[in-house]
């Protein structure tokens, strides 16, 4: 949770214009839609002129107690850009009749280490803020807390965001407003798994672990949380989810149980609920559980993986699904990766792509019958790490392709032996073998024994994967080597036999004349 350093400077019994919500950073030209939330917390009207923001004073404006009035830096469309304050949160006539004050003011917000001066000269709020998110606002837990990011994506410009709200909902017994946050946030928790194989508590992509999927508007889910029956609380928060924890419409959030924190499901029975300060958005029961089996809901039924898997095999498209990882998940190491494609409609890009991100190369697979399903076996080598150029902790396995993709997320381990040379070479990166393409033309039979034939199929393969220039140039040495020894021992061996029958002049040797042309022996009267 991203927070601002808020200074407040009050003067006794002065209660004043208090800075409520800011939009630092609008998805859109910031000149047309940056934006800052004031309210009177005074119990008498007071008028803006009063007061100087980061410098420059004020419109003209009576603010009544407990109004809230918007500052904006431009109202109405006066560019025809297409931007501006009325379009993103009117109903875009160009005409302000919304039902709270907006007025332009001369101001503007750094999306970076920026500050926002509010005074009269007697009453000072200045707040310090580092970074900013695009789209999403700063926004007040309560009139005299600090600022988090709105959870509600473009913010909410003119009433109480949902903390404020909330907090008046003891105070004023408001049943419309609690209807009314209720329609603008929409989560639905829509797979969990309460048994899965081994350690309930594990560290991730292992343990127990919720999906949520967000059916409304875009919003930030951190300080939203899960409970169980006992009260336990799981907070989601970036360093356990899969996903973004700001999420669209449509999109999934994987939430992993945090070993800090007392939240467990039960294997027999238990209920699961989303909250976020006390109010209910989803919640959903079990009576049991099978281990390493989810529960997903499918048309607002809930049923199990291998059911669901029964009910979908006929309406089913091309997907990609990493279904094991093999190896230790160490740097400097092989892993096997189990694929399944089902290759259903021919498309005319037909690749498939794995790779882990940032830490191996990349296989690329070419699919090429359609209605065919894939069981693979590939190795993926995770880099060397001696020189610390990665990060020890969570990587995502990355199958695209064919229209679809699939990843898994899994913890590597500095565990790698750096032993280096004499002239300080490492001797584990001449020793690296790198598949950098495969083509498969014909799929692989479902394999009986997964862990065992699966890897000897790809270790005992005699095909050669990779051959280096410089093995090449040795074996091209070694064989002319070979060559030149056999052509020395033949000349050594045809010498000793002529040294040995030189001076062995019989019949055979031919003629007298043929002796003496050839070499050069005198025998007897010779004339030329």
């Known amino acids: 949770m991203k927070k601002l350093i808020l200074i407040l400077l009050l003067i006794p019994e002065v209660s004043a214009l208090i800075v409520t919500e800011f939009m630092p950073n609008p998805e859109g030209p910031d000149e047309d839609l940056e934006w800052i939330e004031l309210y009177n917390s005074y119990n008498n009207s007071m008028n803006l002129q009063d007061f100087y923001l980061n410098g420059k004073i004020l419109p003209n404006l009576q603010v009544n107690p407990k109004e809230t009035v918007v500052l904006v830096r431009q109202l109405l469309d006066k560019d025809n850009d297409s931007f501006s304050f009325e379009k993103q949160y009117g109903n875009q006539d160009n005409i302000w009749n919304e039902n709270f004050t907006a007025i332009e003011s001369s101001f503007s917000l750094s999306n970076t280490n920026g500050a926002i001066n509010l005074t009269n000269l007697t009453y000072t709020e200045l707040i310090h803020y580092d970074t900013s998110t695009e789209g999403f606002s700063f926004v007040k837990e309560s009139l005299n807390g600090s600022f988090t990011i709105s959870v509600i994506k473009n913010g909410e410009p003119g009433k109480f965001n949902i903390l404020s709200i909330e907090k008046n909902l003891t105070e ?298 410089e093995s090449q140039i040795q074996s091209y040495a070694l064989i002319l080597f070979v060559a030149l020894l056999i052509l020395i021992t033949g000349a050594l061996i045809y010498g000793r036999w002529e040294n040995t029958h030189k001076d062995n002049i019989g019949s055979s040797w031919g003629s007298e004349r043929t002796r003496r042309k050839n070499y050069g022996y005198d025998f007897g009267e010779y004339k030329k």
């Open 172 to 469: 004023n017994n408001s049943t419309n407003e609690t209807q009314q946050i209720n329609q603008s946030i929409k989560l639905e928790i829509i797979e969990f798994m309460p048994n899965p194989k081994g350690v309930d508590n594990d560290k991730p992509p292992n343990g127990e672990w919720i999906k949520i999927k967000n059916l409304g508007d875009p919003l930030n889910l951190e300080n939203f949380y899960l409970e169980d029956n006992s009260n336990g609380k799981l907070f989601i928060t970036s360093s356990n989810i899969d996903g973004n924890i700001f999420l669209n419409t449509n999109e999934i959030l994987k939430v992993y149980r945090n070993t800090l924190e007392d939240f467990s499901l039960n294997n027999n029975a238990d209920t699961i609920k989303l909250k976020y300060n006390n109010t209910l958005f989803d919640s959903v029961s079990y009576t049991s559980s099978l281990e390493g089996i989810s529960w997903k809901k499918i048309n607002n039924s809930w049923i199990s993986e291998e059911e669901k898997e029964f009910q979908e095999e006929k309406e089913t498209e091309n997907y990609i699904k990493i279904e094991k990882v093999y190896g230790k998940i160490n740097f400097d190491n092989t892993l096997y990766i189990k694929l399944n494609i089902y290759y259903k409609e021919e498309l005319d890009d037909n690749d498939v792509v794995l790779y882990i991100e940032n830490i191996t190369d990349k296989i690329k697979l070419q699919l090429y019958s359609e209605n065919i399903n894939y069981s693979l076996l590939l190795p993926l080598k995770i880099k060397s790490n001696c020189d610390n150029e990665f990060n020890e902790g969570n990587y995502f396995i990355i199958a695209s392709g064919i229209s679809t993709y699939d990843k898994k997320r899994i913890f590597v381990e500095s565990n790698e032996k750096c032993d280096l040379g004499l002239s300080g070479i490492n001797l584990k990166e001449s020793k690296s073998i790198i598949v950098t393409e495969t083509t498969i033309t014909k799929p692989i039979e479902e394999l009986k024994n997964p862990v065992l034939k699966e890897k000897e199929n790809v270790i005992n393969t005699k095909e050669t994967l990779y051959t280096s220039k």
